[in-house]
């Protein structure tokens, strides 16, 4: 039977300090849910009360309508990946023998757990040697063993080259294909959004946004969409705000307007509150020739970071993240 995480009015002190303050929130069956929020927002004792690791001061964490202590199997409901940290003497197979010793797990899971996750080449050489990749690879894995139908994993794709990223992004997404919930945690919405299909944002403990990805595109990503004639840039944007969208026309004051019928060369429509593919319909049912369709990168990480109250520039939040990432529980999984 398939899994939600519900979060319901949670909240923990630790002594002046309101960690996470009435949170609420879902992840469901059959998704990927990114929980997002700079250092120290929370993110980490959410999951630790999700996980039973630490009680509420009100509110509940519940998985299937229970409490993880609640649950018959909890490490084969469940898979967690709160750290990449491992016994530097053990080899890859042995951590996972032990591993699946402690939740029951069949020895055969083992074998189907490296090959899941591409260590079967390095099964037999010690941890201490693995690479970041290879560690969160391993904590992944070990997430894996009873072949949950959740899985809860912190940071795993921070520290990832760009194959490890491709590789984990694609391998969530198959998990969900099953029907799995899949939960992870991450600073930056750069490292998510390929991946996600939900988003729970948290800004000092507190909820700041709950929803699709696409809901929190909509209203925030700007559309840039250019006629071939000045007549047909009039028209379009009457149509596109006839569908709501909001439409800053920059050449209506003035400086490169052109004639009725001439050749464009105004600047582009500014469009929010569409999608670029609503944007072609509308121009192509009003029978309007486009010069130009675009949709600028910069926008759904602009708003990511006025939810979460982040000031710094992308470059050197990413720097931050990477440089804590060594004392931190980032390494979590992948």
């Known amino acids: 039977m398939p899994h ?11 002594g002046t300090v309101h960690a996470v303050q009435n949170l609420s929130f879902t ?4 998704r990927v849910t990114g929980f997002l929020g700079p ?12 996980l039973g690791l630490a009680r509420p001061d009100a509110g509940t964490a519940t998985i299937g309508g229970k409490r993880y202590d609640e649950l018959e199997h909890p490490a084969l409901t469940v898979g967690a990946s709160l750290s990449a940290n491992f016994h530097a003497a053990h080899t890859g197979r042995a951590h996972l023998d032990i591993a699946r010793r402690a939740i029951g797990a069949s020895p055969a899971r083992v074998d189907e757990v490296l090959g899941l996750v591409g260590l079967t080449d390095a099964a037999d050489r010690k941890t201490g040697g693995y690479s970041l990749g290879m560690r969160q690879r391993l904590a992944l894995g070990t997430a894996l063993l009873g072949d ?9 794709i921070n520290g990832l080259d760009p194959e490890g990223i491709r590789w984990i992004r694609l391998f969530l997404r198959h998990l969900a294909s099953e029907g799995k919930t899949v939960l992870l945690s ?8 390929h991946t996600v299909d939900d988003l729970v944002v948290i800004r000092r403990g507190e909820l700041a946004f709950a929803g ?4 929190l595109q909509r209203g925030t990503r700007t559309v840039l969409a250019e006629a071939t004639t000045r007549a047909g840039h009039t028209r379009l944007a009457e149509a596109l705000r006839r569908a709501g969208g909001e439409v800053i026309d920059t050449a209506s004051h003035g400086a490169h307007a052109a004639g009725a019928g001439q050749s464009a060369t105004q600047a582009p429509l500014s469009v929010t509150g569409l999608e670029p593919q609503q944007v072609g319909e509308i121009a192509f049912a009003t029978g309007v020739p486009l010069a130009h369709l675009s949709a600028p990168g910069t926008e759904l990480e602009r708003s990511f970071l006025e939810l979460t109250g982040d000031d710094q520039p992308a470059p050197a939040a990413a720097t931050s993240v990477a440089q804590s990432a060594p004392a931190t529980s980032e390494g979590a999984s992948a």
């Open 212 to 215: 699709s990805l696409a809901e």
């Open 27 to 30: 992840a469901q069956p059959g």
């Open 186 to 193: 991450s600073h930056l919405l750069s490292e998510a959004q």
């Open 39 to 50: 250092n120290g927002s929370g993110k980490t004792t959410t999951l630790s009360m999700l």
């Open 148 to 156: 949950p139908d959740v899985l809860v994993l912190d940071e795993p």
């Open 4 to 14: 939600a995480i519900e979060v319901t009015g949670l909240s923990k002190t630790f």
